[in-house]
Protein backbone atom coordinates (compact mmCIF):
# COMPACT_ATOMS: atom_id res chain seq x y z
CA UNK A 1 0.00 0.00 0.00
CA UNK A 2 1.08 3.57 -0.97
CA UNK A 3 1.93 5.77 1.54
CA UNK A 4 -0.55 9.03 1.00
CA UNK A 5 1.87 11.89 1.75
CA UNK A 6 -0.39 14.21 4.28
CA UNK A 7 -2.95 16.83 3.15
CA UNK A 8 -2.05 20.06 1.90
CA UNK A 9 -3.25 23.42 3.59
CA UNK A 10 -3.35 27.19 2.81
CA UNK A 11 -3.68 29.83 4.72
CA UNK A 12 -7.09 32.30 4.14
CA UNK A 13 -6.98 36.01 4.64
CA UNK A 14 -7.82 35.61 7.96
CA UNK A 15 -5.53 32.94 8.85
CA UNK A 16 -7.17 30.16 9.19
CA UNK A 17 -6.11 27.03 7.29
CA UNK A 18 -8.56 25.20 4.47
CA UNK A 19 -7.51 22.13 2.75
CA UNK A 20 -6.43 22.56 -0.96
CA UNK A 21 -9.07 20.56 -3.61
CA UNK A 22 -7.39 17.77 -5.33
CA UNK A 23 -7.99 14.55 -7.53
CA UNK A 24 -6.99 11.43 -6.84
CA UNK A 25 -5.71 9.51 -10.15
CA UNK A 26 -6.03 5.95 -10.78
CA UNK A 27 -2.33 4.95 -8.78
CA UNK A 28 -3.70 6.84 -5.71
CA UNK A 29 -1.46 10.07 -6.21
CA UNK A 30 -3.60 13.39 -5.23
CA UNK A 31 -3.02 16.02 -7.59
CA UNK A 32 -3.11 19.49 -6.23
CA UNK A 33 -4.12 22.68 -8.17
CA UNK A 34 -0.82 23.76 -10.30
CA UNK A 35 -0.12 19.75 -10.97
CA UNK A 36 -3.56 18.81 -12.17
CA UNK A 37 -3.56 21.88 -14.95
CA UNK A 38 0.75 20.69 -15.80
CA UNK A 39 -0.89 17.38 -16.07
CA UNK A 40 -3.43 18.88 -18.95
CA UNK A 41 -0.12 19.37 -20.44
CA UNK A 42 0.64 18.10 -24.36
CA UNK A 43 4.19 17.60 -22.85
CA UNK A 44 5.22 14.01 -22.88
CA UNK A 45 6.79 14.65 -19.42
CA UNK A 46 3.28 15.32 -17.99
CA UNK A 47 1.01 12.55 -18.89
CA UNK A 48 3.30 9.94 -20.15
CA UNK A 49 1.43 9.59 -23.27
CA UNK A 50 -1.95 8.20 -22.44
CA UNK A 51 -5.45 9.25 -22.73
CA UNK A 52 -6.89 11.45 -20.26
CA UNK A 53 -10.52 11.84 -20.36
CA UNK A 54 -12.56 14.57 -18.36
CA UNK A 55 -16.01 14.67 -17.35
CA UNK A 56 -17.69 17.53 -15.31
CA UNK A 57 -21.18 17.41 -14.44
CA UNK A 58 -21.65 20.55 -13.07
CA UNK A 59 -23.11 24.16 -13.67
CA UNK A 60 -20.75 26.55 -16.24
CA UNK A 61 -18.72 23.41 -16.92
CA UNK A 62 -17.43 23.93 -20.03
CA UNK A 63 -15.51 27.22 -18.60
CA UNK A 64 -13.40 24.76 -16.29
CA UNK A 65 -10.63 24.92 -18.40
CA UNK A 66 -11.35 27.89 -20.97
CA UNK A 67 -7.65 29.07 -21.38
CA UNK A 68 -6.10 26.70 -19.80
CA UNK A 69 -5.16 24.21 -22.63
CA UNK A 70 -6.29 24.39 -26.17
CA UNK A 71 -9.53 21.99 -27.71
CA UNK A 72 -9.40 22.60 -30.72
CA UNK A 73 -12.30 19.60 -31.73
CA UNK A 74 -15.99 20.15 -30.31
CA UNK A 75 -18.05 18.15 -30.72
CA UNK A 76 -21.72 19.69 -29.65
CA UNK A 77 -25.45 18.01 -29.92
CA UNK A 78 -25.80 21.10 -32.91
CA UNK A 79 -22.89 20.11 -34.86
CA UNK A 80 -19.05 19.18 -35.10
CA UNK A 81 -16.18 22.05 -35.25
CA UNK A 82 -13.03 20.75 -36.18
CA UNK A 83 -9.88 22.52 -37.41
CA UNK A 84 -9.25 23.14 -40.69
CA UNK A 85 -6.06 21.23 -40.71
CA UNK A 86 -6.43 17.71 -39.06
CA UNK A 87 -4.05 16.60 -36.71
CA UNK A 88 -3.67 13.11 -35.02
CA UNK A 89 -1.45 11.75 -32.10
CA UNK A 90 -1.88 8.55 -30.87
CA UNK A 91 -0.66 10.04 -27.10
CA UNK A 92 -1.54 12.83 -24.72
CA UNK A 93 -4.43 12.99 -25.90
CA UNK A 94 -6.89 15.22 -23.82
CA UNK A 95 -10.58 14.69 -23.80
CA UNK A 96 -13.24 16.85 -22.13
CA UNK A 97 -16.83 16.08 -21.48
CA UNK A 98 -18.97 18.96 -19.92
CA UNK A 99 -22.18 19.10 -18.92
CA UNK A 100 -22.86 22.81 -19.46
CA UNK A 101 -21.77 26.31 -21.29
CA UNK A 102 -21.03 29.29 -19.26
CA UNK A 103 -23.68 31.13 -17.61
CA UNK A 104 -25.88 27.38 -17.82
CA UNK A 105 -26.86 24.98 -15.18
CA UNK A 106 -26.27 21.61 -15.02
CA UNK A 107 -29.79 19.94 -14.14
CA UNK A 108 -30.10 16.39 -12.52
CA UNK A 109 -32.39 13.31 -14.09
CA UNK A 110 -33.18 10.15 -11.64
CA UNK A 111 -31.06 11.21 -8.98
CA UNK A 112 -27.78 11.74 -10.57
CA UNK A 113 -26.61 14.84 -12.96
CA UNK A 114 -28.49 15.01 -16.59
CA UNK A 115 -25.90 14.25 -18.71
CA UNK A 116 -23.84 11.78 -16.53
CA UNK A 117 -27.04 9.64 -16.58
CA UNK A 118 -27.76 10.49 -20.43
CA UNK A 119 -23.78 9.64 -21.04
CA UNK A 120 -24.15 6.38 -19.78
CA UNK A 121 -27.45 5.70 -21.92
CA UNK A 122 -25.32 6.75 -24.87
CA UNK A 123 -22.58 4.60 -24.34
CA UNK A 124 -24.16 1.58 -23.69
CA UNK A 125 -25.69 2.39 -27.05
CA UNK A 126 -22.43 3.19 -29.04
CA UNK A 127 -21.19 5.40 -31.98
CA UNK A 128 -19.05 8.19 -32.55
CA UNK A 129 -18.21 11.03 -29.91
CA UNK A 130 -20.94 13.33 -32.13
CA UNK A 131 -23.48 10.55 -31.83
CA UNK A 132 -22.99 10.11 -28.24
CA UNK A 133 -22.70 14.03 -27.76
CA UNK A 134 -25.84 14.43 -30.13
CA UNK A 135 -28.15 12.00 -27.73
CA UNK A 136 -26.81 13.43 -24.79
CA UNK A 137 -27.98 17.23 -26.09
CA UNK A 138 -31.55 15.77 -27.19
CA UNK A 139 -32.06 14.13 -23.82
CA UNK A 140 -31.01 17.46 -21.90
CA UNK A 141 -33.15 19.31 -24.40
CA UNK A 142 -35.97 17.96 -23.42
CA UNK A 143 -36.11 19.77 -20.00
CA UNK A 144 -39.81 21.72 -19.63
CA UNK A 145 -37.75 24.74 -18.03
CA UNK A 146 -36.38 26.45 -20.21
CA UNK A 147 -34.38 28.79 -18.45
CA UNK A 148 -33.11 25.50 -16.85
CA UNK A 149 -31.98 24.22 -20.60
CA UNK A 150 -28.01 23.14 -20.37
CA UNK A 151 -25.91 22.22 -23.88
CA UNK A 152 -23.52 19.56 -23.27
CA UNK A 153 -20.09 19.02 -25.26
CA UNK A 154 -17.24 16.56 -25.97
CA UNK A 155 -13.94 18.19 -26.82
CA UNK A 156 -10.81 17.39 -27.30
CA UNK A 157 -7.16 18.58 -28.41
CA UNK A 158 -6.90 15.87 -31.61
CA UNK A 159 -9.89 14.99 -33.40
CA UNK A 160 -11.84 11.86 -32.46
CA UNK A 161 -12.61 8.67 -35.05
CA UNK A 162 -14.49 5.43 -34.28
CA UNK A 163 -16.53 4.40 -31.63
CA UNK A 164 -16.27 6.51 -28.92
CA UNK A 165 -16.05 5.01 -25.36
CA UNK A 166 -14.16 6.72 -21.77
CA UNK A 167 -11.99 3.53 -21.67
CA UNK A 168 -8.38 3.93 -24.63
CA UNK A 169 -9.36 0.66 -26.94
CA UNK A 170 -12.92 1.54 -27.15
CA UNK A 171 -11.53 4.86 -29.68
CA UNK A 172 -9.14 5.63 -32.02
CA UNK A 173 -7.31 9.27 -32.30
CA UNK A 174 -6.05 8.06 -35.47
Known amino acids: ?3 LKPYRYTETAN ?13 GRRLYGREFIEALGDGADKRYGTTLTISFDMCNASAFLAGVVQMPCQYRG ?17 IVISASQPGQVAGTFSNCGAMTFF ?4 L ?13 HDMCQG ?28 HSML
Open 1 to 3: ITQ
Open 15 to 27: GSPVMEAFIVTTD
Open 78 to 94: EGIQEPAIQTTRDTNQL
Open 119 to 122: LTQA
Open 124 to 136: MNGGSAADVIKHV
Open 143 to 170: QPKKHLLQTPQITSRYQLTGTFGLLPTQ
